[in-house]
């Protein structure tokens, strides 16, 4: 569902200014950060780790929660493209 309405976000904004374009971007940009956060969170007891170390993990993971996401919305559409109702 946090996805759906980034699509949304982005049109009304692109009534405003061109600049608005900008705006689903980054929401995109800060979820991904926020979701590498709470990862980085929830295993900082098996990972401890200092300010800097954290960054660097974050550097890594938020590409990788995004080709994650990336071919889950992949996969679906696929799914719901080839998917043959009654089989």
């Known amino acids: 569902m946090e996805y759906s309405s980034l699509p949304l976000k982005g049109k009304r904004v692109l009534f405003i200014s061109y600049n608005g374009m900008l705006v689903p971007l ?10 590498a956060t709470v990862a980085i ?3 900082r ?6 300010l800097f170390e954290n960054a660097v993990r974050m550097l890594v993971l ?3 929660i995004a080709t994650l996401d990336a071919a889950t919305i992949i996969g679906t559409l696929q799914w719901a493209l ?3 109702p009654g089989l």
């Open 62 to 64: 938020i590409p990788i």
């Open 82 to 84: 080839k998917d043959k």
């Open 45 to 50: 007891a098996c990972y401890p780790a200092g």
């Open 26 to 35: 980054v929401l995109w940009l800060l979820m991904l950060g926020a979701r």
């Open 41 to 43: 969170w929830r295993n």
